[in-house]
């Protein structure tokens, strides 16, 4: 570089150094131009490098509702195929790296399985029906196609205000029957409140301390000028 810089100072004169301002010039707006296109093509080197997924992969990727399919994986950008929607994006790889992609697709276990949580929140029932609530759950599971037959959860986990709060964890070991067997556990759960005799679940009251004091001074008055 130095050998360039003066061998054109001798064949340029003082030409040379706004030359070489223009070439410097240039290169700043040539990186600045690239910048987003050689950072995408770093990121797609770190999705295969990691192994974060792959075409024909079910994810859960931030900003998308619901599950997406990988569809491939190009030098700039992932297309997605939107199964909400029938619709397909495509999303910088830059984007996929910077969010929080779960992948479904892998495997964490000896066989694949698919998590499905569910909470329900009961006012003012007994210990004794809730006690029946999760031992019928615990019998229901094991009869929904699609379901893993031993590994559930199913936990009176805390008192929430008046709320009785059942925590149930499932896993799905059939992505085909997804879901099926989500469809097919909350009908269960609300076969299993029918019998209960449960028609309503928690229901959150909220107190507004200033609005209260302002209808009990309304009523006050009201009461003050009729007398």
């Not at 030098?75 to 910088?92: D, M």
């Not at 019928?136 to 959860?153: F, N, R, S, Y």
């Not at 009251?205 to 007398?227: P, T």
Request: proline share 1%; with cysteine.
């Amino acid at each position: 570089m130095i050998a360039a810089i003066k061998a054109s100072e001798i064949l340029l004169g003082a030409s040379a150094g706004a030359l070489i301002g223009l070439l410097g010039g240039a290169g700043v707006a040539l990186g600045l131009l690239f910048k987003d296109i050689i950072y995408d093509w770093c990121c797609t080197v770190i999705i295969y490098a990691d192994g974060l997924y792959k075409p024909g992969d079910w994810v859960v990727v931030d900003g998308v509702n619901g599950f997406v399919q990988i569809v491939s994986i190009g030098l700039r950008s992932t297309t997605l195929c939107i199964i909400e929607w029938g619709s397909v994006k495509k999303v910088p790889n830059s984007k996929m790296i910077a969010g929080v992609v779960e992948n479904w697709s892998q495997k964490t276990a000896k066989t694949f399985q698919w998590g499905i949580n569910l909470t329900l929140k009961i006012d003012g029932t007994s210990a004794d029906k809730t006690s029946r609530i999760c031992q019928a759950i615990k019998e229901t599971i094991p009869t929904i196609d699609g379901l893993h037959k031993q590994k559930m959860k199913v936990l009176f986990s805390h008192i929430e205000e008046n709320a009785r709060v059942i925590q149930i964890i499932v896993y799905v070991i059939d992505i085909n029957l997804y879901t099926a067997a989500q469809q097919s556990l909350n009908i269960a759960l609300l076969e299993i409140l029918e019998k209960e005799e449960i028609n309503h679940l928690h229901i959150e009251l909220e107190k507004q301390l200033e609005d209260y004091k302002q209808m009990k001074g309304n009523l006050v008055n009201e009461v003050i000028s009729k007398s």
